[in-house]
Every structure is written in structure tokens, then in C-alpha cells.
């Protein structure tokens, strides 16, 4: 049975930084693409960063590029997304997400339940 599980979130004021951490169980994350993807109330699930299969590409949205890193550790098999420079904006559940193929999508396989970041003005 495949399980995702994130941690790390909180409540923090504007401008500090969070990390969460994504461990897996029942699949190794070096065979798939994986991503962090976050939903802020009464809005859809959205893309954050992503990291590919094959070559290891991050890739973000424009509203966390400078600011996010998405990271992968083989070995330990967890997943992390490093957060600085939080904006109130960037407050929703975030969760992260392993893919069947090149990329992580809001389609992807496998998904976590998500860990909620607060971020106050």
C-alpha cells in the first residue's frame, strides 16, 4: 500500500520560512516524478514545483520562483519543499505527489493528505 506523508507545516508571520518534508512508503521516489501542489480554500488544487523523472528538473510557478526549492533525497526517499520569504498569499494545504511518468501533474497517481501552511501578515 502506497502512502504519502507530509509534514512541516505551521503558522508563521510573513517574510519567515517553513520546510516540509514528504516521506513515502510502498514506492520508491527515484522511480517517479514528484511535486508539491497546494489548495487554498474555496480554490482548486494548483501546481507549486515539480521535480522530472529522467533528469531531475525543477520547474515552479511563477509565484514562488526565487523563493521555493524543491528537493529530492533518494536514499532517505522523502521529498522536501524549502519555503523562504512567505507571503499571506502562499497560505493553503499543501501536499505533495508522485507520477507515473516525466512530469507531476494535478493527475498525478499517488498523493499525500496534505499538510496546511498559515502565513499572517
Known amino acids: 500500500q502506497v502512502q504519502l506523508i507530509e509534514s512541516g507545516g505551521g503558522s508563521v508571520q510573513a517574510g519567515e520560512s517553513l520546510t516540509l518534508s514528504c516521506a513515502a512508503s510502498?514506492?520508491?521516489?527515484?522511480?517517479?516524478?514528484v511535486g508539491w501542489f497546494r489548495q487554498a480554500p474555496g480554490k482548486a488544487r494548483s501546481f507549486v514545483a515539480g521535480?522530472?523523472?529522467?533528469?531531475?528538473?525543477?520547474y515552479y510557478t511563477d509565484s514562488v520562483k526565487g523563493r521555493f526549492t524543491i528537493s529530492r533525497d533518494n536514499a532517505k526517499n522523502t521529498v522536501a519543499l524549502q519555503m523562504n520569504d512567505l507571503k499571506p498569499e502562499d497560505t493553503a494545504l499543501y501536499f505533495c505527489?508522485?507520477?507515473?511518468?516525466?512530469?507531476?501533474?494535478?493527475?498525478?497517481?499517488?498523493w499525500g493528505q496534505g499538510t496546511q501552511v498559515a502565513v499572517s501578515s
Open positions: 510502498g514506492l520508491n521516489f527515484s522511480d517517479y516524478a
Open positions: 521535480n522530472t523523472l529522467r533528469f531531475g528538473i525543477t
Open positions: 505527489a508522485a507520477a507515473n511518468g516525466e512530469v507531476a501533474t494535478t493527475e498525478s497517481d499517488y
